[in-house]
């Protein structure tokens, strides 16, 4: 009897040691979400200067095409320093769960810009209605990998709230891309620009939807560290 009440506690504990483990997997990721959220928040800051340069001093100021350059740099650079940072952390720790998330954001996340700067670079020079239609087609580079991403977070964590988020945001993207409803961007110091409401949807999942996913994961590991109560059971026992 001893021996087999010796064996069910060593197995609570084996099974408690593997939840926590997965949940400390999941909060450990959180920050790199949130610090794609800052970096994206960053490179849009970067964009409205450049707008607003573009307004007050005119097309052809150098600072124009650098702030504009900037925009895509910053976030190119950011993702490769998060994935190296964040590698060298997690294989440290042994977070093979968390490590394996990672791997799968830094390849669309890095990759995707990789497209996108060899998208713009074989577009070619104009401004007729077949340029401006590659030009917009540009955000799709941009949001099909985060949306293939975040499908593969919510299955790869078994949280349903994401994937019912991707999917519902998947619709409404796909809704707003084919009507090409456009907005006011860019407006300080003068008149700005237009951009697609679709493109403007991207900017805010990146920035506040990114944050909201690590804050997702970092939060939920807290509330539910003892999920199963497993502590309680081998106190009983």
């Not at 950011?78 to 830094?106: C, E, P, Q, T, V």
């Not at 593969?152 to 988020?165: E, N, P």
């Amino acid at each position: 009897m001893d021996k087999n009440v010796a064996l069910a506690l060593d197995d609570i504990s084996l099974i408690k040691t593997v939840i926590e483990r997965t949940q400390q997997d999941f909060s450990k990721i959180a920050p790199f979400f949130i610090w794609v959220g800052i970096i994206n928040g960053i490179a849009v800051i970067v964009e409205q200067l450049m707008y607003y340069i573009r307004n007050t001093y005119g097309y052809e100021t150098s600072l124009v095409h650098i702030f504009g350059a900037g925009y895509y740099w910053i976030k190119i650079i950011g993702y490769i320093i998060l994935f190296i940072f964040f590698s060298r952390k997690l294989r440290i720790a042994n977070n093979d769960i968390s490590y394996g998330m990672l791997k799968i954001w830094g390849i669309f996340l890095i990759g995707s810009y990789v497209f996108i700067f060899l998208y713009m670079y074989l577009l070619p020079a104009g401004n007729n209605d077949r340029i401006m239609t590659l030009w917009r087609c540009k955000e799709l580079l941009e949001i099909l990998p985060i949306i293939f991403a975040l499908f593969m977070t919510g299955i790869l964590t078994q949280r349903k709230l994401i994937t019912i988020c991707t999917v519902c945001y998947s619709v409404l993207y796909l809704v707003l891309f084919l009507s090409m409803k456009q907005m006011p961007f860019g407006a300080i110091g003068g008149k700005g620009t237009l951009i697609s409401v679709s493109s403007f949807t991207i900017r805010i999942v990146m920035i506040f939807g990114m944050v909201a996913l690590g804050l997702f994961f970092k939060i939920g590991a807290k509330n539910h560290g003892n999920k199963y109560n497993t502590g309680s059971f081998s106190n009983e026992a």
